[in-house]
């Protein structure tokens, strides 16, 4: 004869199971997210029915069949509770991923969608916490030296050896600001025809023709002379700049030069991004007043067997040459001559005799050094 304790239990035992139900599918699902092995997957779920069983197995055996249901109630309430306080997040998706699981795949008509909305929200402090994430900082850049009167500190753009800087070119009455990109490797700085032309220089056919190097390798343009390059503040006059259209691009209207650079010390500040450029004590012109000046002597030996030289310099630019000094070449042995203030379009002679030396075949002329 069943006692009450048994009616009630059997009773209650539905509802226990119904209960258990919603915990049961929430650790399969939450296992087959977690990618755990099948094995540990059933275990998992066959020990939320064994929990209770063994809890109750210590009580009287009349007790038993009430106990049971009661306890598999508590201990799946408790799970579904609890569940989110470790697996934060996770509670919705992983009920919906069971419930298909045990429909065979399927979503069981929509049934798992309406019971996984049916089910409350997880408690504020069971939802996951995402790390707030600091502000960006980044480090100022430390304070820039104090510039002296012969320096300028220039904001560049680009990276390694391709640094675009803004130079100033000035014609007569007209001035033009262009970004140039600083290449050490180029002998000449360069100007596109369409920049020229703004500046209102029209390179001609009888511009002298030079050969160059870049960094992209050895070119061949005419010749320009302009009359002033401005360095921020700092100021270079007498600028020899090659034509060359191929030497522009992107945003750089050309390469800036040795001729131009090689009168500065240059230092990168890569903190604050900018070249400094320093005012060297002394900046031979030579490189841009050799294609504008013509160049030769004679030489002549005397009855005592000494070797005068008739120096020849004829200034074909139109700025005055201040100061120029050629040197006269025979194998180990090199005599200078100078020559004072050359004005525009003037030839001036310079006859030496040289020191004695040990014959040669051949004596050669060159400038040594020149200044605007």
Known sequence: MRTLASIAGLVLLPFAFA???????????????RQAASIAVSTTAILLV???ALAVAAAAPRFR?????????????????SLPVYFPGERREAVATG?????????????ADRLVGALPQEPEWA????????????????????????????????????????????????EREVDMMLDTGATYTTLSREV???LGVTPKDSDPIIKFTTANGEREAGLVLLDRVWLGDLRVDGVA?????????????????????????????ADRREVVFTRRTRFDRQLDIRHFIDLDATFTRTSSGRVEADVRLENRSPRTIEKAT????????????????????????AGRRLGRHDPCDQYEIGLHEAYW
């Open 99 to 111: 419930l298909t699981i045990l429909g065979l795949g399927t979503n069981l008509f929509g049934l």
């Open 241 to 269: 700049v090659a034509t060359c259209d191929d030497c522009a691009g992107g945003d750089n209207a050309g390469l800036l030069g040795l001729n131009v650079a090689s009168g500065f010390n240059l230092s990168i500040d």
């Open 127 to 174: 939802t996951a916490e995402v790390e707030l994430a600091p502000p960006l900082v980044v480090d100022a850049p430390p304070p820039a030296a104090p510039l002296g009167a012969d320096q300028i500190a220039i904001p560049y753009e680009g990276e390694g050896r391709h640094l675009s800087v803004p130079v100033t070119f000035g014609q007569g009455e007209v």
């Open 50 to 52: 064994a929990g209770p």
């Open 65 to 81: 069949p009430l106990l049971f249901p009661l306890a598999l109630a508590a201990w799946s309430v408790a799970l579904f509770v």
């Open 19 to 33: 209960v258990a139900a919603v915990p049961f599918v929430e650790l399969i699902g939450l296992g087959v997210h």
């Open 196 to 198: 020229l032309e703004q």
């Open 326 to 349: 050629a040197a006269v070449r025979c194998g180990s042995s090199e005599w200078a001559v100078e020559f004072p203030e050359i004005p525009a379009g003037v030839l001036m002679n």
